[in-house]
């Protein structure tokens, strides 16, 4: 199962070349996340979960910039007993971005 949202790029998330820092990149993938498990209900009450972030690597591969749209694409990746990985795709037009 997978799950994509769509942003556009704001202009506060950019700095005076018009390009997104990097670090937004993390806070839009959340804001994918919190999307994604929106639609299947109240996961955390219903399941007692209490999600936290363990590790974060995010490997850049082209920009975006103030009003680009912004394409993140995520899925579960690997399950286990106690956690999960969700795996992200950054892209904007088609090209890759992280």
Partial sequence: MSFRHTFRVRYVDCDAQRVMHNAH???????????WIATMGDLRSAHG???MLKKIT????????????????LAI??????????????????????
């Fill in 58 to 73: 995010v490997e850049w591969q082209g920009s975006v910039g103030s009003g680009d749209l912004l394409d993140v694409d």
């Fill in 77 to 98: 990746v690997r399950w286990g007993r106690t956690s999960w990985t969700v795996g992200y795709l950054g892209t904007c037009r088609g090209e890759s971005v992280f």
């Fill in 49 to 51: 979960w209490d999600m």
């Fill in 25 to 35: 990149y993390l806070a839009y993938m959340d804001d994918a996340l919190e999307n």
